[in-house]
């Protein structure tokens, strides 16, 4: 299999070479090309280990430096957006692993899907703010969309029980990150450091703060809703201490069917490379004994309102979403500026959103325009 990673630099995409490197000999993937955004001396090593025939960045001057840095080998180095959309669709790839962070990750993968390639998907975002575009492209082009996100991957597994008129409910577990149990007075002077330290996750900063205020879990139920074809009140969010339920099916004769395994983004990924096989994978497996009991408890959503605000946005459609996440994002980066207090993170969301008339059936040229005014008015 050729593989493309839009994201090699980051938390998962480094992780996606590690399998390619675990699989070798028993699945071989060749690494056809692979992006990054600002760690250009991880790109190189990444090219200089992998031997990728392109290679993109975003800048050009960075795309420059890069480019001087590997002159000594046949890897070409494209630049700009045409350069991650080039790499994403017209590099030979069987698949492409979407995993570059936010809102920039839409259209590269969009431009493989057109192009009939394969999706692992990280990249929540893609089918957060574009799920309606995304969904249907995905169907005109007949490719399969393999879901990375854990809980993702664990609900289309567990789906292999039934029928999907049999779907009573989803379970989206959660893990409750750094502040479970917290209440608003005890958030109020939460530092970045403290926010950034995951109980059971180690993750890039923009997830890991998504985790703490419980905006992933809420972004994951709009991305749930597109993938599994469901009503986002069809979806419970669970909190599960332990995340070693990574999500569940409840079926019509409530029968409930869950996935396990250590938390370890290395099963999804290596899952959507081999699928529909199974290999050996290297991760622990789950002592139950050792681990004595699974914890369960309902959200907060009261002290964490971005999980009700990114609810209320799945249910509003249109350009909804798209406006929760790029105020999102914007909000998530003050706060790792030290700009803004945790708090203030849903609250900055909350305006951004009652700011907008929504519309729905948005062009994705629409999107792109009212991420982009988001983004360029700032905190
Ligand atoms: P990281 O921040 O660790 O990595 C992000 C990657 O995207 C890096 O390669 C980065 O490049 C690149 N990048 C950042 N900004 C841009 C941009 N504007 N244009 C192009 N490339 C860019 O993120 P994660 O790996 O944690 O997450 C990636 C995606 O996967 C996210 O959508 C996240 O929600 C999802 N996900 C992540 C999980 C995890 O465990 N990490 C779990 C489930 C889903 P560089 O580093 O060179 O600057």
């Known amino acids: 299999m ?13 992780q996606a070479l590690e399998v390619v ?67 994403a669709a017209e590099t030979g790839a069987d698949m492409v692993l979407s995993a570059i962070v936010g809102f920039a990750g839409l259209v590269p993968t969009l431009r493989a899907v057109e192009a009939g390639i394969d999706i692992a998907l990280a990249n929540k975002e893609t089918l957060v703010t574009a799920g309606s ?4 492209a995905i169907a005109k082009n ?9 809980e993702h991957c664990a609900i289309f597994q567990s789906l292999k029980a039934g029928k999907s008129q049999e ?3 989803i379970l989206l577990t959660a893990s409750g990150g750094p502040f479970f149990g917290k209440k608003r007075e005890e958030l109020l002077h939460i530092t970045k450091a403290q926010a950034l330290k995951h109980p059971n996750w180690s993750m890039g900063a923009k997830i890991t703060i998504d985790s703490a205020t419980l905006m992933n879990k809420g972004l994951e139920v709009m991305e749930a809703k597109w993938l599994f074809d469901v009503e986002i009140d069809d979806i419970e969010v669970v909190v599960q201490r332990e995340s070693i339920i990574h999500s569940m099916v409840e079926f019509a004769d409530h029968s409930v069917i869950a996935q396990m395994s250590k938390p ?25 004994a050792a681990l004595g009991k699974l914890t369960f408890y309902a959200p907060d959503e009261e002290t964490f309102r971005c999980l009700a605000l990114a609810k209320q946005a799945g249910r509003q459609g249109g350009i909804m979403p798209t406006v929760l996440n790029a105020a999102n994002e914007v909000a998530v980066d003050g706060f790792l500026r030290d700009s803004i207090g945790f ?18 059936d948005p062009t994705l040229e629409e999107l792109i325009a009212i991420d982009g005014e988001i983004r360029s008015k700032g905190l």
């Open 133 to 136: 575009i995304f969904t249907k």
């Open 264 to 288: 370890s983004m290395k099963h999804p990924i290596q899952y959507a490379f081999t699928y529909p096989d199974r290999l050996v994978a290297k991760e622990d497996r789950v002592d139950f």
């Open 21 to 87: 490197e675990e699989l070798k000999g028993r699945y071989d993937i060749e690494v056809a090309g692979i992006s990054g955004n600002r760690n250009i001396k991880l790109l190189e090593e990444q090219i200089r280990k992998y031997r990728p025939k392109f290679a993109a960045v975003p800048e050009e001057a960075l795309a420059a430096e890069l480019q001087h840095l590997v002159a000594d080998t046949d890897c070409k180095i494209l630049s700009g957006q045409e350069g991650l959309c080039y790499l």
């Open 2 to 14: 050729k593989l493309v990673i839009l994201g090699a630099t980051g938390s998962i995409g480094t």
């Open 167 to 169: 779907i009573h409910k």
């Open 343 to 360: 708090l203030e993170i849903a609250e900055r969301v909350e305006s951004e959103m009652a700011a907008w008339t929504n519309h729905q």
């Open 142 to 150: 007949k490719v399969r969309l393999l879901p990375v996100d854990s």
